[in-house]
């Protein structure tokens, strides 16, 4: 590969310990959005939530996730690393964060999928906050 995953250890390894809340999922080509609630228990377990089944079906674990990462005080930081479908975002990313928090995604396109959670965001960026977009094509 081009180094997108080892880059992403690096960042959450060295960021880790700014935050309260930290999850980093690793997600692979060919599963689309079939594992999504695997992804977002493995992401619950790793922020540390606990109020949560591990069958429970994939609306109800993103919402709990929401619930979660809103909190005020919470300042989490979440990788998800290889994302190749728009719809991998919006099935696993919340639409709101608290203030402080980072999300890092990777992905092998030169351009990143267009998904609701990104428009929402990136538009949020761009209004509010100074931000850094970097983008490298291997």
Not at 81 to 99: C, G, S
């Amino acid at each position: 590969g081009s180094g997108k995953t080892t880059m992403a250890r690096l960042l959450y390894n060295r960021l880790r310990s700014y935050f309260s809340h930290r999850a980093f999922v690793e997600l692979q080509p060919d599963e689309g959005c079939s594992r999504t609630a695997h992804h977002l228990v493995s992401i619950l377990k790793q922020l540390g939530a606990s109020s949560f089944g591990e069958h429970q079906p994939p609306g109800l674990l993103l919402l709990i996730l929401s619930d979660f990462v809103a909190h005020q005080n919470r300042k989490v930081l979440l990788v998800v690393d290889n994302v190749w479908e728009a719809e991998q975002l919006d099935a696993l990313l919340p639409k709101h964060f608290a203030n402080g928090s980072r999300i890092i995604i990777t992905s092998r396109f030169a351009a990143m999928p267009q998904s609701d959670w990104w428009k929402v965001h990136l538009q949020h960026l761009l209004r509010h906050q100074p931000c850094l977009l970097a983008q490298g094509v291997a």
